[in-house]
């Protein structure tokens, strides 16, 4: 069994910040992908960021790109989300998931296990 426990978020003014956690246990990731989603209302959820769990590669949607940055801290089994420049249009609940492939997924479909969400909102 896995377990996704996201925190961090939070209402904030259009352009600060926030940093995303995502905590995650019942077993090694060594292997996994990680990456981050969002869904706001009426749109679909949308890809925003991605991770190898063992390091090196990510991947960021051009909309956030320059503005956010993943991360994960391999020994606190931790993969952060850190966002920048906040626009009202990044107002969303943000999702953590892990995939059981090992490479940079940016494709929802192909993720496994989710966190519940965090609901971030940006004020103008």
């Known amino acids: 069994q896995v377990q996704l426990v996201e925190s961090g978020g939070g209402l904030v003014q259009a352009g600060g910040s926030l940093r995303l956690s995502c905590a995650a246990s019942g077993r090694t990731f060594i292997h996994h992908g990680m990456g981050w989603f969002r869904h706001a209302p009426g749109k679909v959820r949308e890809f925003v960021a991605a991770?190898?769990?063992?390091?090196?590669?990510?991947n960021d949607a051009d909309s956030v790109k320059r503005r956010f940055t993943i991360s994960r801290d391999s020994a606190k089994n931790t993969v952060y989300l850190q966002m920048s420049s906040l626009k009202p249009e990044d107002t969303a609940i943000y999702y953590c998931?892990?995939?059981?492939?090992?490479?940079?997924?940016?494709?929802?479909?192909?993720?496994?296990?989710w966190g519940q969400g965090t609901q971030v909102t940006v004020s103008s």
């Open positions: 998931a892990a995939t059981t492939f090992g490479g940079v997924i940016t494709t929802d479909r192909m993720y496994s296990y």
């Open positions: 991770v190898r769990w063992s390091g090196g590669s990510t």
